[in-house]
């Protein structure tokens, strides 16, 4: 048997991020309670000054879909896995030793990624993942230091399973009630970091 709708089976079968037009759970949990910690994730860090074989080798031993980019703690940005190829694919001569610019690599990085802090409510990742259509949200603390980063696809897993969210029942017939999701992100949640490029971070609310 076989239970949920069509789209939970995109989810399972598909592994597609999904998210319902309606929603109908309430959160009391934070980003720090399900984000990937920083220690877990498989950075590139500019300051290392990697060569292009270090390059390489970091796309040959995973399948990652791209990296979070960071100037040793400093969280910089996220470069796609095809961007990071192209990056190397375009380098004047093929030698493994050569090392690409941290200008150079920052030119293929999104510097522009959303960013929230690590106690901002489940709701507003909800709201972001929904609204704005990012697949990503990277966790950020004091000076902008990498936490840690949260996807669409764990965030809908650990609501799928339960483990966070509480479902909100009609009151007369004691059934989940769909829920509007609010349908703006308030304006205070955007900063400028550093007075450079326009990166959002989101304060818990």
């Known amino acids: 048997r076989i239970n949920g709708g069509i789209y939970d089976l995109y989810i399972v079968l598909k592994g597609y991020p999904f998210l319902q037009e309606e929603l109908s759970t309430t959160f009391t949990e934070t980003c720090c309670d399900i984000m990937e910690c920083c220690v877990q994730l498989t950075t590139l ?30 969280f910089v940005g ?19 030793e050569e090392r ?27 709201k972001v993942f929904k609204q704005l259509g990012c697949r990503n949200i990277f966790i950020v603390g004091s000076g902008d230091a990498l936490l840690g980063m949260l996807s669409k696809k764990a965030f809908l897993r650990y609501l799928k399973s ?36 326009r990166l959002p971070v989101l304060h818990p609310g």
């Not at 970091?58 to 399948?63: I, M, N, T, V």
Request: charged share 20%.
């Open 78 to 96: 996220y470069i796609e896995r095809h961007s990071l190829e192209r990056l190397l694919d375009g380098m004047q001569t093929a030698q493994e």
């Open 45 to 74: 860090d500019v300051a290392e000054q990697q060569t292009s074989k270090d390059l390489r080798r970091l796309l040959a031993s995973s399948s990652f879909r791209g990296f979070p980019v960071v100037n040793g703690e400093h």
């Open 162 to 197: 339960g483990r966070v969210g509480r479902m909100v029942k009609h009151p007369s017939t004691g059934t989940p009630r769909h829920m509007t999701a609010p349908t703006e992100i308030d304006s205070n949640m955007w900063r400028l970091p550093g007075g450079t490029a």
């Open 100 to 126: 690409p610019s941290p200008n150079n690599v920052l030119r293929y990085t999104d510097c522009t990624v959303m960013r929230m802090l690590p106690f901002a409510s489940l709701s507003q990742v909800h």
